[in-house]
């Protein structure tokens, strides 16, 4: 009994660490006006969606190999280097000034998000298995992922006004992530190895040929398969059209002081889909709730068209309030199908095939923003919301695949 007492109490106390740990990495108060910094250190605006979408191209590379290593030898020793990358992603970011500069650091940011996405998922999974609780993972790591957007929105909040006060000085705000990244990784070297879930080496099968096999059966896998592809797909929208924010805003001639408030209200309402996804899944099902996710998707969409073309300013706040809540979304989403995934998959295999799973979503994410970039500097904003606006006809046809392999 005592022993069971001690194995609770080390399970609770590294769930803390987590989320702790999470508040850290998520800490971001350059964030509400990153493109005003960017374009400062001389990118453009087109640029700036060339950018992220390089970041998730880095990410993308990295994602499978970093979820092999964290099976094979370490999740722990993963998100110690993924900490480590943060941090020195942020401090190559305050140096720079120009488009490949820039680059350098945010494709240092993507591995390192890469190195995060698909093994702390697997940590806190088999953490919780420790004292058979993983039927909470949902509720659990809604906690993990509540602690880091309410660093995003606390960050969002204050970011805009300590530019203000040191002069426009946006190299501030990068270095102050920088040093919460460091912060994160004295967190990590706290937290205890899980040497239960180690994957052995196969027998004849180089480790390359071990990934190659656990992907290619993920992916042959027609369950696993829609599960991925779905909320995948409907993250990179959401990621479009958060980056699209400060642009219209600014077309909208929203003031610039008010761009952390928005920012803020995403990152908030990303804290109510984190804490609140089990609750909302529980109560209407995994495929009610991706049907209104897809509505509040296109309606978030159209918000941008009213904003862009009313001159009454209330509605323009409004319409682009409405606008900012829909990102958010992507906690749920995420939340709720890597839930279903969690129930299919080996924990010896874990870490690999979730960053299978964020390797999609990364690609997904990397070609949507990098073809933003070519539509907004061909076209402008309107023209690139009109085509995803569209666009969101593939989620609806994916959504009839996930119904018939989960029930409602």
């Known amino acids: 009994m005592k022993k069971m007492k001690n194995k609770q109490m080390s399970v609770n106390t590294a769930l803390w660490i987590l989320r702790i740990s999470q508040f850290c990495r998520m800490f971001l108060p350059a964030l509400a006006i990153i493109v005003l910094i960017y374009t400062g250190k ?45 941090a020195l992603g942020f401090a190559v970011i305050a140096l720079a000034h120009g488009f490949w500069q820039i680059v350098l650091g945010e494709a240092l940011l993507g591995i390192a998000t890469a190195l995060f996405s698909g093994t702390l998922e697997a940590y806190t999974y ?22 880091g957007s309410a660093a995003s929105f606390i960050a969002t909040i204050i970011g805009p006004e300590i530019y203000k006060i040191t002069g426009n000085n946006g190299d501030l705000l990068i270095w102050i992530s920088a040093l919460f990244a460091s912060f994160q990784f004295i967190l990590c070297l706290v937290l205890p190895e899980l040497t239960e879930i180690i994957r052995k080496k196969q027998k004849n099968k ?40 400060q642009p219209v805003m600014e ?49 978030g969409i159209v918000m941008s068209f009213i904003a862009l073309h009313t001159s009454s300013m209330p509605i323009v706040y409004i319409a682009i309030g409405i606008m900012t809540l829909v990102p958010a979304l992507h906690k749920l989403n995420d939340l709720q199908y890597n839930t279903l995934i969690h129930d299919d998959i080996d924990s010896k295999e874990r870490g690999t095939v979730l960053s299978t799973r964020a390797m999609i979503a990364t690609l997904f994410g990397s070609a949507m923003l990098s073809g933003t970039k070519y539509v907004y500097d061909t076209y402008g904003a309107e023209i690139t919301m009109l085509i995803l606006l569209f666009a969101t006809v593939l989620l609806v046809a994916l959504l009839k695949q996930v119904k018939r392999h989960i029930c409602c």
Request: a positive charge.
């Open 42 to 86: 001389g990118i453009t605006v087109g640029d700036f969606f060339l950018i992220q979408g390089i970041f998730r191209l880095a990410a993308f590379l990295l994602e499978i190999p970093s979820g092999y290593l964290s099976d094979r030898f370490s999740r722990r020793h993963v998100l110690l280097f993924g900490a480590i990358i943060h």
């Open 126 to 147: 088999d953490l919780l298995k420790r004292n058979k609780t993983q039927n909470h993972f949902l509720k659990e790591m809604g906690s993990v992922s509540t602690w």
């Open 206 to 245: 180089s480790a390359f040929m071990d990934v190659i096999g656990i992907t290619y059966n993920t992916m042959k896998n027609t369950k696993l398969r829609t599960l991925i592809l779905f909320p995948s797909l409907f993250a990179a929208f959401t990621v479009v059209i958060f980056w699209m924010l």
């Open 251 to 299: 077309l909208s001639n929203i003031p610039v002081y008010l761009f952390g408030i928005y920012i803020g209200l995403n990152q908030f309402s990303r804290i109510l889909a984190s804490k609140y996804a089990y609750k909302v899944c529980n109560l209407l099902g995994e495929i009610k709730t991706s049907m209104l996710s897809i509505l509040a998707l296109s309606i």
